[in-house]
Structures are given as structure tokens and as C-alpha cells.
């Protein structure tokens, strides 16, 4: 099936990408320039922006675009960076926080580790809430709580929000995940 092949580019793409991304986010680079050279790597690689790349930092949790006069030089934030590529119409989304303070490590690993924990379980038949129970958890045994008005979501053709809404908590939706559905999981 062609689609599910565009998914699968999309998603290899933007994992790259975001490896590459993460090599531009270090302190003295201008955030402004590391989205410019971020969205110009996704079209070298064949694909296109699912949506601007988003770089936000501290206190803006996500959805942060620049303005084009932006001159916000990377010091001691915490960053994360978020984005979306797309072949055909198919979407791959990924982002990574990476902390420049050296004073958040910890909050960094909880994310990760939440999305790790979650990817464990991922399988036909996973009910949502057992999905967002595995990321509450492994946040708050960090010593956080995860952001619970932020979510991971499904994924369609031109469509970077569908239906299921994967939650960072447990918020008791038996929904249960079936075959062919194509998602992005987001701990916050």
C-alpha cells in the first residue's frame, strides 16, 4: 500500500532530521537560523514541512514559531524542538527536549522515558488511558507531572490532528487502539 510506504518515509525523514536539528540547538546558535536550515534539510531530504518547524524554549512548552526578525540566540534554555514532515500527504511528527542549563537532565529523561514506556506497550487492543496511565506515571517517578492539556494525537493524509487523542494521563478513555491507525505520542 502506497500510503502506508509515504507514513513510513515520513516517518524515517523526520527522525533524521531530527537528529540533525538537535545538532543545531547548541549554545551561541540563533534559533532563527536553526529553523531555516531545519525546514531547508526536509525538502533536501524529498519530503515537505508538515507545519513550521517549532523551536520553543523555557516556560513555552510548544507550538512556538519564529517571527522573521527573531533574535533569540540559544544560552541556558531548555528547548524543545517539534516537527512535521510530510510525502504525499502522509505525516511524520517527532520533537526532542534538549536542556542547555545542564539544570534540567532529569525533566529531559522523564519525557523520554515516558515515551519509551509507552512505546512498550503500543499494540492492537491498548486501551488510550493505559497509554496515558504508562506516561503519568513514568513522569511523576521523576518527580513531575505531565502537562495534561498537551496530547499526542492520530495522524492522517494532510491531517496533523485526528482522531484518537493519546493522552499524558490517565483520563479513563477505554478507546482501544486498532490496526492501521498511524499516531504521534507526546509526553509533556
Do not use: W
Amino acid at each position: 500500500n502506497q500510503t502506508k510506504q509515504d507514513f513510513i518515509k515520513a516517518g524515517r525523514i523526520s527522525a533524521e532530521v531530527l537528529e540533525y536539528g538537535k545538532s543545531l540547538i547548541k549554545k551561541g546558535n540563533s534559533l532563527l537560523e536553526a529553523t531555516e536550515l531545519i525546514e531547508k534539510k526536509i525538502f533536501e531530504l524529498g519530503a515537505k514541512p508538515a507545519f513550521p518547524v517549532q523551536i520553543s524554549c523555557d516556560e513555552i512548552a510548544a507550538h512556538f514559531c519564529p517571527l522573521e526578525d527573531d533574535k533569540t540566540i540559544f544560552e541556558e534554555q531548555v528547548v524543545c524542538l517539534d516537527l512535521g514532515v510530510h510525502v504525499n500527504g502522509a505525516i511524520g511528527d517527532t520533537a526532542y527536549t534538549i536542556d542547555l542549563s545542564g539544570k534540567y537532565s532529569e525533566l529531559v529523561k522523564a519525557a523520554q522515558k515516558a515515551l519509551e514506556e509507552a512505546l512498550k506497550i503500543i499494540a492492537v487492543g491498548t486501551e488510550l488511558r493505559e497509554i496515558g496511565k504508562t506516561i503519568q506515571d513514568t513522569i511523576k517517578s521523576y518527580g513531575y507531572n505531565p502537562v495534561r492539556n498537551l496530547s499526542g494525537h492520530g495522524l492522517g493524509l494532510y491531517d496533523i490532528h485526528t482522531e484518537p487523542t493519546l493522552p499524558n494521563i490517565d483520563n479513563g478513555d477505554k478507546t482501544k487502539l486498532t490496526k492501521n491507525m498511524t499516531f504521534a505520542i507526546e509526553p509533556f
